[in-house]
């Protein structure tokens, strides 16, 4: 089960647990619905133990929407993991 939650004084989203494809909906609305003013947003999947390639289609996406508005995203995860190598393979067939 995902949880998500945001801290403002840090402007960071958390999302841990395991995220499967019903969650990419709550990840890409939770991403959406921040307030967009300038700066640098974190999203944070250090504690995400699992990561589908629905889902990290859908935090890559709306990691460049958020771009589009003028908002900076750092996508925070464990070099080497499951996780990292996913959204690796989402950024990197987003490009084509």
Known sequence: MVSISYEDS?????IEGA?????GAAVAE?????????????VDLSATTELDTEVAAA??????EAE???LRVNVLRRCGSE????LAAAESSLRR
């Open 19 to 23: 995220c499967r494809g019903e969650d």
């Open 83 to 86: 996780v990292d190598r996913v």
């Open 30 to 42: 939770a991403l959406r619905s921040l307030p967009c003013r300038g700066g640098t947003l974190k």
């Open 68 to 70: 589009r508005r003028g």
């Open 59 to 64: 935090i890559v996406a709306q990691q460049r």
């Open 10 to 14: 840090s402007r960071r989203v958390r």
